[in-house]
């Protein structure tokens, strides 16, 4: 009878030992969830600061979806301009080369159509 009551002695203190962990891990879980949602309040608390501090000193971006687009399509114009204008300067130095070109090669066609007589027909 003694191994029988030993053996139940054992399971009690088994299932107080389980109840015991259970308990302290309940304990550390609310904790820790108590400590994440302040850890969330507190984001939230610094992002709506930081939100009211761009509104108060009026920085960009802070306003409305419209805006936000209103810009993008600014930036947009700007950008095909800019690309634009490098086009141009592009084509204005090609075509600077080649009236170099023509300009040191005029002479001597000139030369060369006066030597043989020939006239261009008016």
């Known amino acids: ?3 029988g009551h030993d053996m139940s002695e054992n399971d ?9 962990a259970r308990a302290s891990w309940t304990k550390e879980r609310l904790s820790l969830q108590l400590a994440l949602q302040m850890e969330q309040e507190l984001d939230q608390c610094r992002a709506d600061l930081r939100v009211e501090r761009d509104r108060k ?3 960009a971006g802070v306003g409305t979806e419209g805006d936000r687009d209103r810009i993008q399509r600014l ?3 700007y950008l ?8 141009l300067v592009y084509q204005k130095k ?3 080369l080649l009236l170099g070109g023509v300009q040191d090669c005029e002479p001597t066609t000139l030369a060369l159509i006066a030597r043989i007589r020939v006239y261009p027909l008016p």
């Open 94 to 96: 090609y075509l600077l």
């Open 57 to 59: 000193s009026g920085i």
């Open 80 to 87: 095909r301009a800019d690309s634009y204008r490098k086009a």
């Open 75 to 77: 930036y947009g114009k």
């Open 1 to 3: 009878m003694k191994n």
């Open 12 to 20: 009690a203190d088994q299932e107080n030992r389980h109840l015991e």
